[in-house]
C-alpha cells in the first residue's frame, strides 16, 4: 500500500508540472537538484523549484515536508507566497487603470477620503513604493532606529498568530504615525501602500477583492491552485509545514505555523499559490495577457531604490543582470516559516518559481534574511547566469 501511495503521488505530480518523469525527478539537470540540495544543507526545512527556459520545464524538490519525517516537499505544494501578493495586487489595479476606472496618477484620498491622505499621494505612488506612509509593520532606518508596527514576530505575534485585523485597522494604525517622507520624494517599502491598493479596488468595483482576482486574473489565467485567504489560517493540501523559530528570554523555541491568519499583512502578503500558477502568472503577465503594452512598460520602469543594481517598478523590481546580460523581473516574499521567489525575463519565456520552508536553525532575522538572499542568489545564479556568481544585492524579505 505504500509503495502504491508512492506511485499515486509521483503520478500526480509528474501530472501537475506537465513535464515528463526524468525531469520532475531532475535526472536531466543535476545542477539544480544539487543548488537546491545545497540551500537545504544551509538550514532551510525544505525547498521546491520550477525551471523553464529553452530547454524545458523541470521540477524538483529538497528537504523534508515536515520536520521528524523523510518525505520530501511536494513538487505541486501549495505555499505562502508573502510579498509576491503585491504584484498580483498591482496588476490588478493596473487593469483597472486600462478600464478608465482609475486614474494611474490621480489623488487616492479622491476615492478613499475616509482616511484623511495627504491628496499629493497619488495611485502610482502606493504600487511604486513612494508615498512615504509609514509601513504597519514597522519601520527601520538605516541609523539603526526602529519604529514598531503590529507584532509581526516573538513571541507576542505566535501567541496572537489566529487574530483577525481589518485592512482598515491597518491603515489607521499607518496614519496614526509620523510618514517616513513627503509624497514622492523617496522610496521605501511599505505594507501599507498595497492594503490601500486592496481597499481602493473594492471601493471602484463594488466587489470584495477576492473575488475581483479571481474574476480577472486566476480564472482567466486558469490559477486553480491561488488562494486570497483573507482571515483563513487554512492552507491547501498538498503543502510543506512551515515553521518559525525565535528567541524567547534566553530560549529558543520552534513552533509549526504551516497554520496562521495571514490577515496581520493583508495584501501587503497574504496569498497562497504554487509553483506552477506562479510561473502562468508572470510569464502570462510578462507575455501581455494581462495588461496592454503601454501599461506593462509602466509596470516595468524601475524607479531607483537603495539597492544599486535593482529599482521598482509597479509591484516589480528590476533587476540589472550586468553587462550584456539585460534585466529580469521579479518580486520575492518571506515572513516567518515561508519565502517564496519568481523571477522572469521581460518577455517571460524563462521563469524560475520556488517555495522555501524554514525549519528549526537558531537564527535571528537578521541572519534568515542573510540566508534568503544567498540561496535566491545561488538560483538565479544558476538559472540566468549559466551558474556564474553574480551581484549579491537582492530584495530583502518581506516585513
Not at 486570497?228 to 503543502?239: G, L, Q, R, T, Y
Amino acid at each position: 500500500m505504500a509503495e502504491m501511495a508512492r506511485k499515486i503521488t509521483a503520478a500526480l505530480d509528474a501530472a501537475d508540472s506537465g513535464a515528463l518523469p526524468k525531469a520532475a525527478a531532475g535526472q536531466d539537470r543535476p545542477e539544480l537538484q544539487t543548488a537546491i540540495q545545497e540551500i537545504v544543507d544551509s538550514g532551510f526545512a525544505g525547498v521546491q523549484l520550477r525551471v523553464h527556459d529553452a530547454r524545458g520545464e523541470w521540477v524538483g524538490s529538497a528537504g523534508v515536508r515536515e520536520l521528524g519525517e523523510t518525505a520530501k516537499p511536494p513538487t505541486n505544494g501549495h505555499f505562502r507566497v508573502a510579498s509576491i501578493t503585491k504584484t498580483f495586487t498591482a496588476t490588478l489595479v493596473l487593469q483597472l487603470v486600462a478600464d478608465g476606472k482609475i486614474g494611474l496618477d490621480s489623488p487616492v484620498a479622491d476615492d478613499l477620503p475616509e482616511f484623511g491622505l495627504d491628496r499629493r499621494i497619488t495611485v502610482r505612488m502606493l504600487l511604486q513604493h513612494t508615498s512615504g506612509l509609514f509601513n504597519f509593520t514597522g519601520e527601520y532606518y538605516p541609523d539603526g532606529t526602529v519604529v514598531p508596527g503590529i507584532p509581526w514576530q516573538g513571541q507576542e505575534w505566535v501567541d496572537n498568530r489566529f487574530k483577525t485585523y481589518r485592512p482598515q485597522e491597518l491603515v489607521e494604525l499607518a496614519l496614526s504615525k509620523p510618514a517616513r517622507f513627503e509624497p514622492g520624494t523617496d522610496w521605501s517599502y511599505s505594507n501599507t501602500n498595497y492594503v490601500l491598493a486592496r481597499l481602493l479596488v473594492e471601493k471602484v468595483t463594488g466587489r470584495s477583492f477576492p473575488e475581483e482576482m479571481q474574476r480577472r486574473i486566476l480564472r482567466p489565467l486558469g490559477l486553480s491552485g491561488t488562494v486570497v485567504p483573507e482571515a483563513s489560517p487554512e492552507i491547501p493540501e498538498p503543502h510543506a509545514h512551515g515553521y518559525y523559530t525565535y528567541q524567547d528570554a534566553a530560549q529558543w523555541k520552534t513552533v509549526d505555523i504551516t497554520r496562521m491568519n495571514p490577515s496581520w499583512v493583508s495584501t501587503g502578503g497574504d496569498m497562497i499559490s504554487t509553483t506552477r500558477d506562479l510561473h502562468l502568472f508572470i510569464s502570462g503577465l510578462m507575455g501581455g495577457k494581462l495588461l496592454p503594452a503601454p501599461l506593462l512598460a509602466e509596470m516595468c520602469e524601475p524607479h531607483p531604490t537603495p539597492l544599486p543594481t535593482m529599482g521598482y517598478g509597479l509591484g516589480v523590481f528590476v533587476q540589472d543582470m550586468g553587462p550584456n546580460r539585460g534585466t529580469l523581473i521579479t518580486h520575492n516574499g518571506g515572513f516567518a516559516g515561508w519565502a517564496a521567489l519568481m523571477y522572469s525575463t521581460p518577455d517571460g519565456g524563462k521563469t524560475l518559481t520556488a517555495s522555501l520552508t524554514t525549519g528549526d536553525a537558531a537564527l535571528e532575522f537578521a541572519e534568515w534574511a542573510a540566508a534568503f538572499q544567498k540561496a535566491q542568489q545561488r538560483l538565479v545564479d544558476e538559472v540566468f547566469r549559466g551558474g556564474q556568481a553574480g551581484s549579491d544585492d537582492e530584495a530583502e524579505p518581506a516585513r
